[in-house]
């Protein structure tokens, strides 16, 4: 009897990116990885960095052993399914990912807070300064 494979869309299967739910997509296989976390020779952050997305370029970059793909069998679940519909984009946000936009914000607080004073500190001295000696003459 034939064994039936799961079936995941990309959409599904991105959503299990977290270190407690961590699923992998390569060539078009879905991998549930949680469980090796702590046990990946690379780290976990290797792993986190990968889901959400098609991981299969980055796990073929890191030259992975034939022992390391016999071993990827134990965490197979499923398959993407090629007939669900594509999301065009997909962005995961993390606590330490953020739009751009949120990150021009961030630098621009900090540019104020940590430049903002010591301009001023200086700044004023020498402007009341100059009015002083003009008053002067």
Partial sequence: MPTI???????????????????????????DVTKYLDD???GDDVLL??????????FEDAGHSSDARKLMEEFFIGEID??????????IFTKDHQK?????????NKAVQYWAFP???????????????????
């Fill in 100 to 108: 751009s936009s949120d990150l021009a914000n961030k630098f621009l």
């Fill in 49 to 58: 960095s990968a889901t959400g997305r098609d991981s299969t370029e980055d």
């Fill in 5 to 31: 494979t799961k079936l995941f869309s990309v959409k599904e299967a991105s959503q299990h990116n977290t270190r407690d739910d961590c699923w992998l997509i390569i060539d078009g296989k879905v991998y």
């Fill in 40 to 42: 990946h020779p690379g």
């Fill in 119 to 137: 301009a001023a500190a200086i700044g004023i001295p020498i402007v009341v300064a100059a009015l002083l000696y003009s008053h002067k003459r």
């Fill in 82 to 91: 090629t007939d669900s519909t594509a999301i065009p984009e997909l962005e």
